[in-house]
């Protein structure tokens, strides 16, 4: 237990830590969090948060869960870590056997890494040698605008359009932007925009005829793009034009993936089989990073040979580490649940049932709902701009834990939350809105 003060630890925060996504010439000092438990963050402030946005989207199944807990202490006594190039565990083995059983088709190759980034990375990177050990020089990819798919340098890449990456245009590769047919409930011209995008993608994939090693896609929602919602029907459209032109189809999981859609995946959920998925976040329930990158069998295979030049020469130091590979099995336990899955079911009737009165709002415009996540746009200026700071700070001093990306204002609860919590943040939010 530390013997510093609440002032100390501010002091030593504000002295030597550099805080992410911040500029810190203007944000005020970061809460001191003592704790956490389900729902609830509690501050050294002597407040308690409720947590609606799962701490960037990771914590499934709420903060300091018990069942995650034992397993990493449990894991803790055998085996912490140990090199995965010369070696396997019991808990990467079953962690990825569990996760491919849950997915489409064959894909059942599972390369562990570090975060949404590496897996996006690991993708990236895969697709790339993939056709190269198939004697084809692929080197364009295709994403989609307003894309994030992570912050290092391929992944950077694939979201040049999100808007954040201008101090770094240096260091990327040149990527082909298709648009991406944002939609929301009630619009009228949701099969227009797919028509408009596919005629753009066309466009791209004939200009880069033989050139393109993979297209990229945050399936379902675009998250930090602000919960940009496209349809399940285009996905499937998407896969189409894929599979025609021989190219391979990634999705980037990393947010929708372990039930937020309201299915497992966003792809079991859209009814198609990528190529490639990239999962992390909601992976080990929000206790240690770990993400995967998983293939089809015939990409796996492609990598296979006497050359060790033909291998994917890839790798991280804490690959398939045991801790997180036990949190993983464990969450994956809760998930699979029988009340865990009422949850979900109950968190997205609550979000339809409370949606439409936020809708009735002047400032409040395209309300979407997929599974567990509600979104809406407000009337601002994006990010950074005074109408998005002035409500984060609202939501905080009532005791509402939600980071709003610019204008818009989302829940993505975790699947702890119970109706009594999850209808108090919604009044929260109407009153909060209500005087905007």
């Known amino acids: 237990m530390s013997t510093l003060s609440y002032d100390e630890l501010r002091a030593l925060d504000a002295r030597h830590v550099w805080h992410p996504f911040t500029q810190a ?7 001191l969090a003592l704790g956490g438990k389900g729902t609830t963050v509690y501050g050294a402030d002597g407040k308690e948060y409720l947590d609606v946005c799962s701490s960037w989207w990771v914590n499934l199944h709420g903060h300091g869960n018990p069942a995650i807990a034992q397993a990493i202490a449990d894991q803790a006594m055998r085996l912490e870590q140990v090199i995965f190039a010369d070696f ?12 491919a059983k849950r997915l489409p088709g064959d894909l059942d190759r599972v390369f562990f890494s570090d975060d949404g980034s590496t897996a996006v990375e690991v993708a990236l990177k895969m697709a790339r040698q993939y056709w190269s050990n198939q004697g084809q020089d692929r080197k364009v990819f295709v994403a989609f605008h307003g894309g994030y798919h992570g912050d290092t340098a391929g992944a950077m890449s694939a979201g040049r359009s999100c808007g954040i990456f201008s101090a770094w245009e240096n260091m990327m590769f040149p990527v082909e932007v298709a648009p991406f047919p944002v939609t929301w409930d009630d619009d009228a011209e949701a099969e227009a925009k797919e028509q408009r995008a596919l005629l753009a993608l066309d466009e791209i994939l004939e200009r880069n005829a033989g050139k393109v090693a993979a297209i990229i896609i945050e399936p379902l929602i675009q998250g930090a793009a602000g919960m940009r919602m496209c349809r399940p029907h285009f996905l499937r459209l998407l896969k189409s034009r894929a599979r025609e032109a021989g190219i391979l189809l990634i999705l980037d999981e990393v947010m929708t993936g372990f039930g937020r859609t309201g299915d497992i995946f966003a792809c079991v959920k859209a009814g198609i089989q990528p190529d490639m998925v990239c999962l992390s976040k909601g992976l080990t329930g929000g206790f240690l990073p770990m993400s995967l990158t998983v293939t089809r069998e015939y990409i796996y295979e ?8 033909k291998a994917f020469l890839h790798g991280h130091s804490y690959t398939a ?14 998930l699979e649940a029988p009340e865990c899955q009422a949850r979900i079911q109950a968190i997205e009737a609550i979000h339809r049932q409370r ?18 996540i509600a979104a809406f746009d407000l009337a601002g200026q994006g990010y950074g701009g005074a109408l998005s700071n002035r409500v984060k700070n609202e939501f905080l001093a009532k005791g509402l834990l939600m980071r709003p990306m610019g204008d818009v204002l989302y829940l993505l609860p975790p699947y702890c ?13 109407d009153g909060v809105v209500s005087h905007l």
Request: charged share 20%.
């Open 417 to 429: 939350i119970g109706d009594m919590e999850l209808h108090r943040a919604w009044d929260i939010i």
């Open 88 to 99: 396997t565990h019991e808990p990467a083995a079953r962690l990825a056997a569990r996760v």
């Open 302 to 309: 492609g990598f296979l040979g006497m050359d060790t030049a």
């Open 321 to 334: 580490n045991p801790l997180g590979c036990a949190a993983g099995l464990a969450s994956l336990d809760l």
């Open 355 to 372: 949606l439409p009165g936020i809708a009735r709002h002047k400032s409040v415009s395209k309300t979407r709902i997929c599974g567990t």
């Open 25 to 31: 010439g203007t944000a005020p000092p970061a809460i």
